[in-house]
């Protein structure tokens, strides 16, 4: 009987329970219950794995990743041109496009930023990407070659032989060909819709180093007149504000040293091919 309650309490200790004897165990007497406590463990036993929080790790650092970079400074090519076009839309860069990622792109990027609470950095990353994109509209052919730099296409057939500026609407170049050999390619612009550039063959009969035209009493510097009054010449307007705006007829040049050096080596006589 002994060996049995021995057994009972440490049953006990093990289920922290309530024991009774038997009604009489050979002697006669009742016995009251015995109640044995049992210590609870405040954590689990070593080994055991804990439930999984609830609340995602985070860096150490707590903050968020940076968005990525896109361009930045010293970076080149049609993007950068785009991003230059739409920064124009919003007036935070009146120069180019160009396509070349330089010090003005780097800080109409940084105004663009601190206007709207982003980090300013001067480079153009995912979330300012997006934000400039939401704000302005795809740019046309000629917002994104405003100031010229678009690749000239292949020169017409008809400039391939003898001494010709060979100048196309479809790309807005001029070729200064010699014997089927491109000397020079510049960007040109035309007239407007109201005072358009005439198309076709013709040679250059007149040129004139100062010319002022008498009708608009606007400078025409390093003017070849190859048709009526249109002419092959320099234009201020075109220098400052690009393919914005329009010439009453004529070809105007922005480069300056590029029409003064096509204005030294054309001869009067010499072939003007006006194309699409």
């Not at 007497?29 to 929080?53: N, Q, Y």
Request: net charge positive; glycine share 10%; with cysteine.
């Amino acid at each position: 009987m002994g060996r049995s309650f021995a057994a009972l309490l440490v049953l006990a200790l093990a289920c922290g329970c309530t024991v009774r004897t038997a009604d009489g165990d050979g002697d006669g007497k009742r016995r009251l219950p015995v109640r044995i406590e049992v210590p609870r463990h405040s954590t689990p036993p070593a080994g055991d794995d804990p439930k999984p929080s609830a609340t995602p790790s985070t860096s150490p650092s707590g903050a968020a990743p940076a968005p990525a970079v896109l361009w930045s400074r010293g970076d080149s090519g049609r993007d950068v041109r785009e991003l230059q076009a739409r920064l124009r839309q919003v007036a935070w860069l009146y120069d180019g496009p160009t396509g070349s990622y330089d010090d003005l792109t780097e800080r109409a990027v940084k105004g663009f930023q601190g206007k709207r609470g982003l980090p300013r950095t001067g480079r153009t990353d995912t979330v300012t990407w997006k934000r400039l994109k939401d704000m302005t509209h795809e740019p046309g052919k000629w917002e994104l070659y405003l100031m010229g730099g678009q690749p000239a296409e292949a020169p017409d057939a008809r400039c391939l032989t003898g001494r010709v500026l060979c100048i196309s609407k479809t790309s807005r170049t001029l070729r200064w060909v010699i014997d089927g050999r491109t000397v020079k390619t510049v960007p040109v612009r035309f007239g407007s819709v109201g005072t358009p550039t005439r198309e076709g063959v013709f040679n250059v009969y007149w040129k004139s180093r100062h010319h002022v035209s008498t009708l608009y009493d606007s400078p025409m510097p390093y003017a070849m007149f190859f048709s009526g009054g249109q002419a092959v010449h320099y234009s201020a307007d075109f220098a400052a504000h690009g393919y914005a705006g329009g010439s009453h007829g004529c070809v105007n040049v922005r480069d300056e040293a590029a029409i003064a050096d096509l204005f030294a080596q054309v001869r009067n006589g010499d072939k003007v091919v006006v194309h699409w």
